[in-house]
């Protein structure tokens, strides 16, 4: 059975950092692309970043996070992260790690062709 678990949700000020994982168990995600979503209540899980190892390592950002955050993955340990730095309020949402059975090429922002879900896990950004 394929798990995704997040860790590394807190509770930070506006303009810190936090770092989440995402570990896989049941089978490898080497070959395929993985992610980071986010949803608050109310509202649709949006895009946030994502990785594949196609085309010698492909990243994609949301434009609401690039250049404050950075998806990069331990293909050794079968882990994902995601370094978010210059937290801000906006960013205040429950956390999802996702794979994909494809290759992501290209990467895809729509979590509706995303296969795999881990439970998320919650990031508060107070002013």
């Known amino acids: 059975q394929v798990q995704l678990v997040e860790s590394g949700g807190g509770s930070v000020q506006a303009g810190g950092s936090l770092r989440l994982s995402c570990a896989a168990s049941?089978?490898?995600?080497?070959?395929?692309?993985m992610g980071w979503f986010r949803q608050v209540p109310g509202k649709e899980r949006e895009f946030v970043a994502a990785?594949?190892?196609?085309?010698?390592?492909?990243?994609a950002y949301a434009d609401s996070v690039q250049g404050r955050f950075t998806i990069f993955r331990s293909n050794a340990n079968n882990l994902l992260y995601l370094q978010m730095n210059n937290l801000q309020v906006e960013d205040t949402a429950l956390y999802y790690c996702?794979?994909?059975?494809?290759?992501?090429?290209?990467?895809?922002?729509?979590?509706?062709?995303?296969?795999?879900w881990g439970q998320g896990t919650q990031v508060t950004v107070s002013s």
């Open positions: 990785h594949t190892p196609w085309n010698a390592g492909r990243t």
């Open positions: 996702a794979a994909e059975n494809g290759r992501g090429i290209p990467l895809r922002p729509n979590p509706r062709v995303w296969d795999y």
């Open positions: 049941g089978r490898t995600f080497t070959s395929n692309p």
